[in-house]
C-alpha cells in the first residue's frame, strides 16, 4: 500500500512540471509575439498591432443615422422657393436630402479597386504614412520598409484611395475624379495592449450627388401632342463657374476651393432617373437648368427655352451628400384670397404664405375670379337644379336675354352672370331675383351664397371680400375659364353634329390650381350649370371630358348638376 501511495505522488509530480513547463513555452512564445507587435524603438507597430476594418459609407450616410436615432422623425426638406420666369410661368423648385440607396454590392467591389494611403495625424501634426490596399473591407499594407511605429495615445487617422492626391496636408480631387474619390477619417486611441486592436474606418465619397428632375405631368392635349420637358441641361450660372478642383485638410478636417472652372452637363434625363456629380463646397445657388426641348402651356421650349436657377438661396453642398431637387414648371396662377388681395401659391398656406387662397383668378382687368370649391348650399329635392321642378314643371323661358339655340356660339358673349343672378331685371318677369330664390333657382342661390359656406368652413372673410357678390357664370365667363386654366392651343371652339360646342384642352392643368391648394379636384364627366338660357328654354351647361370642353344644352327642369361660384373682387 506504501509503495502504490508513493508510486501516485511521483507520478503527479512529474504531471505538474510538464504543465509548468508549457506554461512557460506558451508565455515565452507570446511574449515573443508582443515584441513583433513593437518597433526597435518600444512604439507599437500600427501596422501590425492594429487591424483596419473599412467600411464604404453610403450617400447621406450621416443623415440616415441621424434619421433613425430620430425615429425617422426628421424634414428632409432643405428648401422651396417659388421663382419668376419669363414666358408667364413659375418655377416651384424644393430641395431635398436624398435617401435613394447606392446598389451595395457592385459599389463596393468597384471602390476598393486601386491603392489607399493612410496618415497618422496627433495634434494636427502628420507623424507617418503608409500604403496599402483593400481587399474583403480591410486595409492591408503594402510598403516594404518597416511599419508606422506610434506611441501610445490618441490619434487621427485618414485614409484615402489613388483618386486623390496629396501635398502635405493638403489632399486635393479633382473635378474628373469627383465620382471615385475617396477619403475616410476616424480618431482611435492606440494602448500598449499586448492584443490586436481594432480600427474602423468609415469611408465617404470627396463628393456630392444630384438628382435633378422636372416633376411635371405628361399632359396629353391628344395622344400626339404631349406637354413635357423632353431636354435639358445644366450650367454654372456665374463667370467663375463652379469648383474644379478642392482640397481637404487632413490637419483641420476642412474643405476649400482651389480651382472654379465653368460647368455643363447637356441632355440630362428629366424623369429623375439619373444623378450628376460636383465636388463638395459647390453653391447650388450658382447651378441653372434650362429646358431647351418639349413644349409646356403653349410654348415650343425649342423656340423659347425656359431657364431657371436650381436655387436663389445659397446652399452649399456637403461631402457625402445627396440632394434631390424637384422642379414644377407651372403657369403664373393668381388666387383671391380672404382678404381680398391677390396672390400666387407662395403667398398662400398650402405654399408657405400665410393667406387663405378662395379662389382662381380668371382674369386681373375684369377682376374676375372662380370658387375653389363646389358650391352646394342648395339642398332641396332637386339638389342645385337650375330651376325646381315644382315651381314650373316644364322648361320654360325665366332670362329676359335669351341666345339662339341654332347658333350657341353667340353665347360665348355672355358675361352677364352677376346680372343673371342677382338683378330682377335679367329674369323675364322683372321681379324675381334668382339669386335669394332657393326655392325656385337652386343652381343660382348656391352660386350667390358661396360666401356663406366659406364662413362655415372657418374662412374668414375681410376687407369687403364679405360684400362682394358671387354669382353663376355666364357661357362666357366660363370661357374664359377654359382659356386661361385649359391652356387649349388654338382657343377657338368647333361644332359638332348634334349642334353642342368642343374645345380641346388639358384637363390636368386645369385641375392643377386647385390641387395645389387642396380644393376639390375638377372631375371630368360631370356638368356644370351657367346662367346663360337658350331660346328654346334649355339652359346650357359645361360638360368636360378628359381631353374637350363642351358646351351643351340642358333641361332646366330639375336635373341637378354642379355649381361653381364666380365673383368680381
Known amino acids: 500500500m506504501s509503495l502504490m501511495i508513493f508510486r501516485m505522488k511521483k507520478r503527479s509530480f512529474f504531471n505538474g512540471l510538464l504543465i509548468l513547463f508549457a506554461s512557460l513555452q506558451i508565455v515565452a512564445c507570446q511574449n515573443e509575439d508582443d515584441k513583433t507587435l513593437l518597433t526597435p524603438d518600444g512604439k507599437v507597430d500600427v501596422s501590425k498591432a492594429v487591424q483596419f476594418k473599412v467600411n464604404f459609407a453610403d450617400y447621406n450616410a450621416d443623415e440616415q443615422i441621424k434619421s433613425s436615432r430620430a425615429g425617422n422623425a426628421t424634414n428632409d426638406t432643405i428648401s422651396r422657393q417659388f421663382v419668376e420666369l419669363e414666358n408667364g410661368l413659375v418655377a416651384d423648385i424644393v430641395i431635398k436630402k436624398d435617401r435613394k440607396p447606392s446598389p451595395k454590392p457592385v459599389a463596393t467591389r468597384a471602390l476598393e479597386n486601386g491603392s489607399y494611403t493612410m496618415l497618422a495625424y496627433k495634434n494636427g501634426t502628420l507623424l507617418d504614412s503608409l500604403r496599402g490596399t483593400i481587399s474583403g473591407g480591410t486595409f492591408t499594407v503594402s510598403d516594404s520598409r518597416d511599419g508606422m511605429g506610434l506611441g501610445v495615445g490618441t490619434y487621427d487617422f ?116 439619373h444623378y450628376f456629380y460636383v465636388l463638395p463646397a459647390t453653391d447650388l445657388s450658382t447651378i441653372s437648368i434650362i429646358a431647351k426641348e418639349g413644349k409646356l402651356y403653349r410654348t415650343n421650349l425649342a423656340q423659347h427655352p425656359v431657364q431657371t436657377l436650381l436655387t436663389k438661396k445659397s446652399t452649399i453642398l456637403a461631402a457625402n451628400g445627396s440632394y434631390q431637387v424637384a422642379i414644377q414648371l407651372l403657369p403664373k396662377y393668381y388666387y383671391l384670397m380672404s382678404d381680398g388681395t391677390i396672390g400666387m401659391l407662395n403667398a398662400t398656406t398650402y405654399g408657405g404664405g400665410t393667406k387663405t387662397p378662395i379662389a382662381i383668378v380668371l382674369s386681373r382687368s375684369k377682376r374676375l375670379a372662380m370658387g375653389l370649391e363646389d358650391a352646394n348650399l342648395a339642398t332641396n329635392s332637386f339638389h342645385n337644379a337650375w330651376k325646381d321642378f315644382y315651381y314650373q314643371p316644364t322648361v320654360i323661358i325665366q332670362n329676359s336675354k335669351l341666345y339662339p339655340i341654332a347658333n350657341l356660339f353667340s353665347a360665348l358673349n355672355d358675361f352677364d352672370g352677376e346680372h343673371n343672378t342677382w338683378d330682377a331685371s335679367a329674369s323675364k318677369d322683372g321681379v324675381t331675383i334668382k339669386a335669394d330664390r332657393k326655392d325656385k333657382f337652386p343652381a343660382f342661390y348656391s352660386a350667390a351664397h358661396y360666401n356663406l359656406q366659406l364662413t362655415a368652413r372657418g374662412v374668414h372673410l375681410t376687407n369687403g371680400m364679405e360684400n362682394k357678390r358671387w354669382f353663376l357664370p355666364g357661357v362666357g365667363e366660363w370661357a374664359l375659364a377654359w382659356k386661361v386654366l385649359g391652356f387649349s392651343e388654338d382657343e377657338s371652339f368647333t361644332k359638332n353634329a348634334n349642334g353642342t360646342l368642343e374645345g380641346k384642352w388639358y384637363r390636368v392643368l386645369w385641375q392643377l390650381p386647385f390641387t395645389e391648394v387642396k380644393a376639390d379636384d375638377f372631375h371630368y364627366y360631370r356638368s356644370f350649370w351657367t346662367s346663360t338660357q337658350c331660346d328654346d328654354g334649355q339652359a346650357l351647361l359645361i360638360s368636360p371630358t378628359d381631353y374637350s370642353f363642351r358646351i351643351v344644352p340642358g333641361y332646366n327642369n330639375g336635373n341637378g348638376n354642379q355649381v361653381k361660384a364666380f365673383v368680381h373682387y
Open 158 to 273: 485618414i485614409l484615402y484611395n489613388d483618386k486623390v492626391n496629396r501635398i502635405g496636408n493638403k489632399l486635393t480631387v479633382k473635378r474628373e475624379n469627383v465620382e471615385t474619390a475617396l477619403i475616410g477619417r476616424t480618431q482611435y486611441t492606440v494602448t500598449a495592449s499586448p492584443q490586436k486592436q481594432l480600427v474602423i474606418f468609415e469611408m465617404k465619397h470627396a463628393a456630392v450627388r444630384v438628382n435633378v428632375f422636372y416633376n411635371n405631368y405628361s399632359y396629353d392635349y391628344d395622344p400626339n401632342s404631349p406637354y413635357r420637358v423632353e431636354k435639358s441641361d445644366l450650367f454654372s450660372s456665374t463667370s467663375i463657374g463652379i469648383p474644379n478642383v478642392i482640397s481637404y485638410n487632413a490637419a483641420t478636417n476642412k474643405w476649400s476651393i482651389d480651382e472654379n472652372k465653368a460647368y455643363r452637363y447637356t441632355n440630362i434625363p428629366t424623369d429623375g432617373s
